[in-house]
């Protein structure tokens, strides 16, 4: 089960003949919105229970089995029925409380995404066939309240004007949160650094390596991630024929295997598969086209029939995004969220899906048992993680200690989905630019990015007083404006930690 970050919904419902008000907040998951102030929505609690018969501490979720009953799943969106507003469960209010709690909401709301409203721009309407050229970095970041309103299904009703047609946390653009330029002086030294070192005869990968754990310049990072995964040599002259050999060979599983999805040993794994590919970054237009799904699909369910000893497993769709997107980049200049593929060629198309199922399986090759059955190698590492955390922090470990949160519960969707789901894209293909660089980046170092992520929100874990306020922040942390600063020192903390513990790991051991 996974849940990302939520906003309220205000339902106000006067009656002609009474007029009595009605007031319900209903948690919506999957919008990946900015969370509100948790303050907020413990006083309406307490307000309610004041007019309710039935206490509503008598309700509160005191196990996970009692939260997770209580909640919904982030990847459901959209598959239930239209709620029944007329059902008991929307308790009554008198006037008062009603009134006094849609405005703190709204208010709390507004101010909430003052920020982003600042870095509104005003654009044109983008044709149906256009070609992406580069834009400012205001352009990158914002759409005004017209686009929205033509294209952006998932909303019908805008309670608030200047809503991005994309919400900031699926822009792809690798800036800073900040809306700093992307290219400054010291980036051009960068770039040209890495284009002599990918120029040479024989790339030095360890240099390589060396340059890319601050991050890797868009322009450079499609190749530098080729060579990082192992997918490429370091001679260039033998890049070419390995690249069309690979390809030739990725496109001839196809034509062996991919008809094999229908017969039946192998329909439970495409239909889950089928399930998943639309769950995946469903607020992002570029992964919701039918081309990219149909690509998504194949990579999958190849990777799975050649991979027996774990065959396909939720989660596993989400790594195929990063390479997707950054070898995309290479046929588009910018705004890559919003491309449409099929101005690309069949040939364009084919160098991305077998770039992307042979980098991808090259991480998976490091992480396969966290895959296999029982998920052993995740059962380790969150383990590890609160070892970890244990000799690090041990005021936030008592916390959840003392309101029975087990890391299970929250960390184990950080390791099956390498934070993917916890951060914006953009911060995931910046956080692998480094795990490439680590040597097991995806299988060890991830564990001390994992403990610096934790820590990050020791203030706010250590606010909440309660099991189910503690694990609705922990799956609902608030990244949306994350941006390259913030997964900077995010990897530093996590390399001080490693340096700390990695070669001594009895020193977080009890």
Not at 181 to 204: C, Y
Not at 244 to 268: A, L, M, V
Not at 388 to 393: A, E, T
């Amino acid at each position: 089960m996974s849940f990302t970050p939520f906003f309220l919904y205000i339902t106000l419902h006067a009656s002609l003949n009474s007029r009595n008000y009605f007031c319900h907040i209903q948690p919506v998951y999957g919008a990946q919105h900015p969370p509100l102030d948790p303050r907020l929505t413990k006083n309406f609690i307490k307000e309610r229970s004041k007019v309710n018969t039935v206490p509503l501490k008598n309700k509160k979720a005191s196990s996970f089995h009692e939260f997770a009953r209580n909640t919904s799943d982030a990847w459901d969106i959209g598959d239930d029925e239209e709620e029944d507003f007329s059902s008991p469960s929307f308790q009554t209010l008198n006037s008062k409380v009603a009134l006094a709690t849609a405005a703190q909401v709204l208010e709390n709301h507004s101010k909430l995404r003052v920020k982003p409203e600042r870095s509104q721009s005003t654009t044109s309407d983008v044709p149906a066939n256009y070609k992406v050229i580069k834009s400012s970095s205001d352009a990158q970041l914002s759409r005004n309240s017209s686009d929205t309103c033509l294209r952006n299904p998932l909303h019908k009703q805008q309670s608030l004007p200047l809503r991005p047609i994309i919400p900031l946390v699926a822009r792809i653009s690798d800036q800073n949160a900040s809306g700093a330029p992307p290219m400054t002086v010291r980036e051009k030294t960068r770039l040209e650094k890495f284009r002599q070192l990918l120029s040479s005869q024989n790339t030095d990968l360890d240099e390589l390596r060396k340059c890319s754990w601050p991050g890797v310049p868009r322009e450079v990072r499609p190749i530098t991630w080729r060579l990082l995964s192992g997918y490429l040599p370091a001679n260039t002259e033998r890049r070419k024929l390995t690249l069309q050999r690979k390809r030739e060979e990725y496109f001839g599983f196809i034509e062996q295997y991919y008809d094999s999805r229908n017969e039946e040993h192998h329909q439970d794994t495409y239909r889950q598969i089928h399930i998943d590919i639309p769950r995946t970054n469903p607020l992002i237009p570029l992964f919701q086209q039918p081309l990219v799904q149909e690509i998504f699909e194949r990579i999958l369910f190849i990777w799975a029939i050649r991979h027996p000893a774990s065959g396909y497993v939720q989660g596993i769709n989400d790594l195929v995004t990063p390479f997707f997107v950054v070898f995309l980049s290479e046929y588009v200049e910018e705004d890559v969220e919003n491309f449409d593929v099929t101005n690309l060629s069949q040939d364009m198309l084919r160098s991305i899906e077998a770039d992307s199922f042979w980098c991808m399986s090259k991480l998976l090759d490091g992480i396969q048992d966290n895959y296999t059955f029982a998920q052993p190698g995740i059962q380790k590492k969150v383990k590890a993680l609160e070892e970890l955390v244990s000799r690090i922090d041990e005021q936030v470990h008592s916390h959840f200690r003392r309101y029975e949160v087990e890391y299970l519960q929250f960390a184990f969707r950080w390791m099956n989905n390498l934070l993917m789901r916890e951060l914006p894209l953009r911060c995931t293909i910046r956080l692998w630019d480094t795990y490439q660089s680590e040597p097991e980046g995806f299988s060890h170092f991830h564990l001390y990015v994992c403990a610096a992520f934790l820590i990050k929100w020791r203030k706010e874990i250590l606010d909440e007083e309660d099991f189910q306020g503690l694990l609705m922040l922990l799956q609902n942390l608030p990244t949306i404006h994350w941006g390259n600063e913030e997964i900077g020192l995010l990897l530093a903390e996590a390399y001080r930690l490693k340096y700390m513990f990695a070669d001594a790991p009895n020193h977080y051991r009890r």
